[in-house]
């Protein structure tokens, strides 16, 4: 329990508590208290239904209520009941209703109501309430302007206003509209310089003006006005 079990690194998440949560690509998770300093090991049993679904680890986050959830490449979402010490899984279970659509969690986010908010690769995005434990999937849908733009979802934000912003492979960037659960979508445009610079996007994070800053894959960074709907590149 002295170091790392493994050195492929694909999420970095500190909680509440000063303790960092290391998601790695085949060793689990691994608990850091930047107090103490040993690390402990979160990995996949075989002999307990209990532990972690998948060794393989996309997603940490920590609620409001103080648990942890962990999204993985290939096994779906896992709920650490830390009190407990016990793992909830929730999976894709194909024509079950309310269920999660999508194993890979790439991206995990909380609303101000307590929602959860999972961006999976392939199964696009999902609503958790935790109060009917039941999911909402949202999916692209080619006959629907409205519906979100892509399926296969890199990053969640919710800034400051409480708005969630989806960050896309193919799709751009998305912007959940509650009232209605719709989306609106912004795309490269050829022929609009102030239109995003590419719909591959992997990162989204918010300055002090509230102004979005957009990491793309292959069209460098953007800065984007939400009061303008327009994008600078850099």
Known sequence: NGSMNNDSIASLYEDKSGILWIGTYGGGVNQLDL??????HIHTTEQESNSL????????????????????????????????????????????PDALKG???TSIAED??????????????????????RFTNYLASKSDPRSISDNLVWKLHIDRRDQLW???ELGGLNQFIK???????YTHDPNNRSSISHNY??????????????????????RFDPGTGTFTHY
Not at 112 to 133: A, E, H, I, K
């Open 166 to 168: 989806i960050g896309t």
């Open 53 to 96: 679904s998948d060794n393989y680890i996309w997603s940490v986050y920590e609620d409001q209520s103080g648990d942890l959830w962990i999204g993985t490449f290939l096994g779906g979402l896992n709920l650490y009941h830390r009190t407990e010490n016990r793992f909830e899984h929730f999976s894709d279970r194909s024509n079950v």
């Open 35 to 40: 107090m103490r300093k040993p690390f402990i």
């Open 103 to 105: 194993n890979a969690v």
């Open 112 to 133: 101000r109501s307590g929602n959860l908010w999972f961006g999976t690769y392939g199964g696009g995005l999902n609503r958790y309430d935790p109060r009917t434990s």
């Open 201 to 222: 996007v992997l990162a989204i994070q918010e300055d002090s003006s509230a102004k979005l800053w957009i990491g793309t894959y292959g069209g460098g960074l953007n």
């Open 179 to 185: 009232k209605s659960g719709t989306f609106v979508c």
